[in-house]
């Protein structure tokens, strides 16, 4: 049986993804598709992907091969940062549009070795970023999306549950 506040909110039983509403960063030169997810821009403080409403918990970092490349090589100190803010996030990502071979396979113009690609992946991993290498932009804008998608879910049922308890929403008369 739905609380009197469930059945003011008119919640839903259940998230579908076209309700969710994905946020990309402004300066993401290539956005990806995140259908059926609904998207707005605007500017992250950490990462390139989060979700409406939760900018401040929930950060996901694309790469393509040549970012990547530039964020071991020239760009480490400033990588280093973002990647201790996304520490911070309690959902967090680094999504790379390659694949483990395509790495270890080199042949770039970049001084920047496939070891040192790999180390600093698995580095990034240790201090607690989960890397995934998706192979290409298609397969990385599935993977945010379905990502995004069950982050949304997990909260909208914190929420329920929340509400299903019969918690004072702030504002609520009852």
């Not at 049986?1 to 030169?29: G, W």
């Not at 690609?117 to 290498?133: D, F």
Request: contains cysteine; positive net charge; glycine residues 10%.
């Amino acid at each position: 049986m739905a609380s009197a506040i469930e059945s003011r909110l008119k919640l839903p039983a259940e998230l579908k993804p076209e309700s969710v509403v994905a946020v990309i960063d402004t300066r993401e030169q290539i956005p990806l598709d995140l259908s059926p997810l609904q998207i707005m821009y605007g500017t992250l403080a950490t990462g390139d992907y989060s979700l409406a409403g939760y900018e401040d918990d929930v950060a996901i970092e694309r790469k393509s091969l040549p970012d990547l490349l530039g964020c071991v090589g020239v760009d480490r100190e400033r990588f280093d940062r973002e990647i201790q803010r996304m520490r911070g996030y309690s959902t967090r990502a680094l999504i790379v549009e390659a694949t483990w071979r395509q790495i270890r396979a080199g042949g770039w113009r970049s001084r920047v070795t496939p070891a040192a690609v790999e180390g600093s992946l698995r580095g990034w991993e240790a201090k607690g970023i989960p890397v995934v290498l998706t192979g290409n932009h298609k397969e990385a804008g599935r993977h945010v999306a379905r990502m995004l998608f069950l982050t949304a879910r997990r909260k909208w049922r914190g929420v329920r549950k929340m509400i299903g308890l019969g918690l004072k929403i702030e504002g609520d008369a009852a």
